[in-house]
């Protein structure tokens, strides 16, 4: 099953890991020969030519294995070190959105004619340096690589040391606006997709030491060719084994989509803060609307409480341990709502919605788990990416095209009826 | 797969470094680093900063002077703001303050060093004068530790990307059978951290690195292994001969016998200021 569109099909991971097998076998190949060659050569150089084809032994035994471990690629894989460019490397075209880390920009490489989206950082007021947040979210970009992670092309500056661009690919949606403007909701089978989408870049960035920590429909960004790209990574952080050492801040995720213990007052979470946020995310897909609409943290508790039924010992063990806890009254006990709220699921659906909305961030299924879960392999199956539709990108300045009036009637209809009733004998 | 690739230096940076290029001789430069090392190494010892941070630190400090003439930034400086950007990247960062007194201290003892080697009847004993807590030295080195900090980002492109050699020696003395002989393992760790002070680590991968102290290991306890093509332990590790004994070379070269001009010649330029008088008063006479 592909989740990834045509164009970009290539740049799967398996795919590429194929390549380079591929690669190292060819150039195993062309050593071969050369060594072969050489050896040939050398005894008699009166006819080069004639010699290579005639020399060369009829059994040359490639080596089966190629000579590096995929873990160790060659030398010449490395990158160099290489400088910053300079933001006039691109033109620039429109301005996309403006948020409190800076503004972002569409723009054009100059070279290549590329459009991109240059991230300026606001860097002024800056009393310790670089931040911290924006070398977390350069970082994590470089670090996490994955057809479903905004790729970052390379990070540029302006005249002076305060001006510092991000450079990424452009994407022309985000979800949210996205879900706005949608006349109907995605088919299950796109949600199928965009779901495991969404899923495989976590698991990447899980796998890669990296905490997302504000997943939700408006960091997803979606292109006209039906993938999904997880981008904003501003408040992303690398997270290690033991978690959180050092303890980590509450203050992340946006309210919606943040998950109980964080708003127990948890100091040491882990991946499974993004897996509750991918849950939120689920139901917004299938509701077409945020799941918990909360104005404040109180308010967030007890629409959770209220859908999942109030946490219990048998559903969270460690409930009780944590700081904010004791300030809680629990409802009385209640069983789960979600058959009610989404009625038109399959029993597969609601079980994967329930597996990430899970109290108990031990229990809360993984990235990796929900990729392998039973509702990406019943029908209907997963929509493959090519087979979505398009919309008018309003990053990229378009306008919805207006939708179609039906006929009206002619204009003089009346008039012409009147004149022949009038005319009439 | 990307992702695991760091930035090392390319041929044309390694034969023609920007410091090269101005006229530094190599091994005055290599002394540089050392010495730039030394000092991250003993600011990190001083400040209870964790390994990982000053690794990374010493790791981006080889990088930038294969972009960077030293005529341009003194050591010292890329120094400080490379531990302070690593102690970011590794998330315990440093409160400025702290690093640049406890650099300031340093390099008074650096002044120290020399002014003693000058006259040998000055004081011997080191004291250290604190600065004032509004005084123009720290608004002076807080400015260049920004700076430093800032431009170490800007010509490594931001690509801060860091993989520290420890948890593959773990697993290379296990595939080995080196676990039960602590002297090794011992040894072997330290031959890492001392290869932080050379380059290497901006010019080989890590596999290469870890083969050759293990390499060094071996030779040193007369611990044989399989070492005649084509059964050579580091065929395992997908290291070349040729590059692992490079690296060997420049980790041994650390421990040979200097004299005392030439380690206090180091102390005295650990600004760019220093070194542009050394490069006038030296390159001019060729």
């Given at each position: 099953?592909?989740?990834?569109?045509?164009?970009?099909?290539?740049?799967?991971?398996?795919?590429?890991?194929?390549?380079?097998?591929?690669?190292?076998?060819?150039?195993?190949?062309?050593?071969?020969?050369?060594?072969?060659?050489?050896?040939?050569?050398?005894?008699?150089?009166a006819t080069p030519t004639r010699r290579i084809e005639t020399s060369e032994p009829p059994a040359v035994r490639l080596p089966t294995r190629p000579r590096h471990s995929l873990y160790v690629p060659p030398r010449t894989y490395h990158p160099t070190i290489t400088p910053s460019r300079s933001v006039y490397c691109y033109e620039r075209l429109n301005q996309i959105e403006e948020g409190s880390y800076g503004v972002v920009f569409r723009a054009k490489d100059k070279q290549t004619g590329d459009i991109v989206a240059l991230k300026k950082l606001k860097l002024d007021e800056e009393k310790h340096g670089f931040p911290i947040t924006a070398l977390r979210e350069i970082n994590a970009l470089m670090s996490c690589r994955h057809d479903n992670v905004v790729g970052i092309r390379e990070v540029v500056v302006g005249d002076t040391l305060t001006q510092v661009f991000v450079v990424m690919d452009f994407i022309e949606h985000d979800l949210k606006s996205l879900l706005t403007v949608m006349p109907s909701p995605f088919l299950q089978s796109e949600i199928k997709t965009l779901m495991l989408q969404?899923?495989?870049?976590?698991?990447?960035?899980?796998?890669?030491?990296?905490?997302?920590?504000?997943?939700?429909?408006?960091?997803?960004?979606?292109?006209?060719?039906?993938?999904?790209?997880?981008?904003?990574?501003?408040?992303?952080?690398?997270?290690?084994?033991?978690?959180?050492?050092?303890?980590?801040?509450?203050?992340?995720?946006?309210?919606?989509?943040?998950?109980?213990?964080?708003?127990?007052?948890?100091?040491?979470?882990?991946?499974?803060?993004?897996?509750?946020?991918?849950?939120?995310?689920?139901?917004?897909?299938?509701?077409?609307?945020?799941?918990?609409?909360?104005?404040?943290?109180?308010?967030l508790l007890s629409m959770i409480f209220k859908l999942l039924g109030p946490p219990n010992t048998t559903s969270w063990s460690d409930y009780s341990s944590l700081p904010l806890a004791k300030t809680l009254a629990l409802p009385s006990p209640q069983p789960h709502q979600f058959r009610q709220r989404f009625h038109y699921m399959t029993t597969a659906g609601i079980d994967l919605l329930m597996s990430l909305l899970t109290y108990d961030p031990g229990k809360r299924i993984t990235a990796e788990e929900a990729l392998q879960h039973d509702y990406f392999t019943e029908s209907p199956y997963p929509k493959h990416p090519d087979l979505f539709g398009s919309f008018p990108s309003a990053a990229a300045g378009e306008k919805r095209r207006k939708p179609f009036d039906s006929p009206s009637a002619p204009a003089r209809a009346a008039d012409y009826k009147l004149m022949t009733e009038f005319d009439a004998p | 797969m990307s992702a695991a690739l760091v930035p090392l230096a390319s041929l044309s940076q390694i034969e023609r470094t920007p410091s090269g290029e101005d006229g530094l001789p190599a091994d005055l430069e290599d002394d540089l680093k050392a010495f730039g090392c030394k000092l991250i190494h003993q600011a990190g010892i001083l400040l209870k900063q964790k390994q990982v941070a000053v690794a990374t630190a010493q790791i981006l400090f080889h990088r930038f002077w294969f972009v960077t003439s030293m005529k341009q930034f003194g050591i010292g400086d890329v120094g400080m703001g490379a531990l302070y950007l690593a102690s970011k990247l590794e998330e315990c960062p440093l409160r400025m303050r702290d690093l640049i007194n406890v650099y300031d201290l340093l390099l008074q003892r650096a002044t120290h060093t020399l002014a003693l080697h000058s006259s040998p009847n000055a004081n011997p004993d080191f004291k250290y004068a604190p600065m004032s807590y509004f005084g123009t030295t720290f608004y002076d080195l807080k400015d260049a530790l920004v700076v430093a900090e800032m431009q170490i980002l800007k010509r490594l492109g931001f690509n801060v990307h860091v993989v520290l050699p420890y948890g593959t020696l773990v697993n290379y003395l296990r595939v080995l059978g080196l676990t039960s002989r602590e002297d090794a393992c011992t040894r072997a760790w330290g031959y890492l951290n001392d290869a932080l002070q050379t380059p290497v680590y901006a010019l080989y991968a890590i596999p290469t690195i870890v083969s050759a102290a293990i390499l060094l290991t071996t030779r040193h306890l007369h611990i044989s292994l399989p070492s005649t093509p084509p059964n050579c332990w580091w065929d395992l590790f997908d290291a070349a001969w040729e590059d692992v004994w490079c690296v060997c070379g420049y980790i041994m070269r650390l421990y040979r016998d200097r004299d005392m001009v030439e380690r206090v010649r180091v102390v005295g330029m650990v600004g760019k200021k220093e070194v542009r008088r050394w490069l006038e008063e030296n390159v001019a006479e060729q």
């Amino acid at each position: 099953m592909s989740t990834t569109s045509t164009p970009t099909r290539k740049r799967s991971k398996w795919d590429e890991d194929d390549e380079d097998d591929e690669a190292f076998r060819l150039r195993q190949q062309i050593l071969a020969k050369r060594r072969t060659k050489s050896k040939s050569v050398k005894p008699n150089d009166a006819t080069p030519t004639r010699r290579i084809e005639t020399s060369e032994p009829p059994a040359v035994r490639l080596p089966t294995r190629p000579r590096h471990s995929l873990y160790v690629p060659p030398r010449t894989y490395h990158p160099t070190i290489t400088p910053s460019r300079s933001v006039y490397c691109y033109e620039r075209l429109n301005q996309i959105e403006e948020g409190s880390y800076g503004v972002v920009f569409r723009a054009k490489d100059k070279q290549t004619g590329d459009i991109v989206a240059l991230k300026k950082l606001k860097l002024d007021e800056e009393k310790h340096g670089f931040p911290i947040t924006a070398l977390r979210e350069i970082n994590a970009l470089m670090s996490c690589r994955h057809d479903n992670v905004v790729g970052i092309r390379e990070v540029v500056v302006g005249d002076t040391l305060t001006q510092v661009f991000v450079v990424m690919d452009f994407i022309e949606h985000d979800l949210k606006s996205l879900l706005t403007v949608m006349p109907s909701p995605f088919l299950q089978s796109e949600i199928k997709t965009l779901m495991l989408q969404l899923l495989s870049a976590v698991a990447h960035c899980h796998s890669n030491w990296i905490l997302h920590r504000d997943l939700k429909t408006s960091n997803l960004l979606m292109n006209n060719r039906g993938t999904i790209k997880v981008a904003d990574f501003g408040l992303a952080r690398r997270y290690g084994d033991p978690v959180g050492v050092g303890g980590m801040t509450q203050l992340v995720v946006t309210l919606w989509y943040r998950a109980p213990e964080i708003l127990l007052g948890a100091t040491t979470y882990s991946t499974a803060v993004d897996m509750w946020s991918v849950g939120c995310i689920f139901a917004e897909l299938l509701l077409k609307e945020p799941l918990f609409q909360a104005k404040g943290e109180i308010e967030l508790l007890s629409m959770i409480f209220k859908l999942l039924g109030p946490p219990n010992t048998t559903s969270w063990s460690d409930y009780s341990s944590l700081p904010l806890a004791k300030t809680l009254a629990l409802p009385s006990p209640q069983p789960h709502q979600f058959r009610q709220r989404f009625h038109y699921m399959t029993t597969a659906g609601i079980d994967l919605l329930m597996s990430l909305l899970t109290y108990d961030p031990g229990k809360r299924i993984t990235a990796e788990e929900a990729l392998q879960h039973d509702y990406f392999t019943e029908s209907p199956y997963p929509k493959h990416p090519d087979l979505f539709g398009s919309f008018p990108s309003a990053a990229a300045g378009e306008k919805r095209r207006k939708p179609f009036d039906s006929p009206s009637a002619p204009a003089r209809a009346a008039d012409y009826k009147l004149m022949t009733e009038f005319d009439a004998p | 797969m990307s992702a695991a690739l760091v930035p090392l230096a390319s041929l044309s940076q390694i034969e023609r470094t920007p410091s090269g290029e101005d006229g530094l001789p190599a091994d005055l430069e290599d002394d540089l680093k050392a010495f730039g090392c030394k000092l991250i190494h003993q600011a990190g010892i001083l400040l209870k900063q964790k390994q990982v941070a000053v690794a990374t630190a010493q790791i981006l400090f080889h990088r930038f002077w294969f972009v960077t003439s030293m005529k341009q930034f003194g050591i010292g400086d890329v120094g400080m703001g490379a531990l302070y950007l690593a102690s970011k990247l590794e998330e315990c960062p440093l409160r400025m303050r702290d690093l640049i007194n406890v650099y300031d201290l340093l390099l008074q003892r650096a002044t120290h060093t020399l002014a003693l080697h000058s006259s040998p009847n000055a004081n011997p004993d080191f004291k250290y004068a604190p600065m004032s807590y509004f005084g123009t030295t720290f608004y002076d080195l807080k400015d260049a530790l920004v700076v430093a900090e800032m431009q170490i980002l800007k010509r490594l492109g931001f690509n801060v990307h860091v993989v520290l050699p420890y948890g593959t020696l773990v697993n290379y003395l296990r595939v080995l059978g080196l676990t039960s002989r602590e002297d090794a393992c011992t040894r072997a760790w330290g031959y890492l951290n001392d290869a932080l002070q050379t380059p290497v680590y901006a010019l080989y991968a890590i596999p290469t690195i870890v083969s050759a102290a293990i390499l060094l290991t071996t030779r040193h306890l007369h611990i044989s292994l399989p070492s005649t093509p084509p059964n050579c332990w580091w065929d395992l590790f997908d290291a070349a001969w040729e590059d692992v004994w490079c690296v060997c070379g420049y980790i041994m070269r650390l421990y040979r016998d200097r004299d005392m001009v030439e380690r206090v010649r180091v102390v005295g330029m650990v600004g760019k200021k220093e070194v542009r008088r050394w490069l006038e008063e030296n390159v001019a006479e060729q």
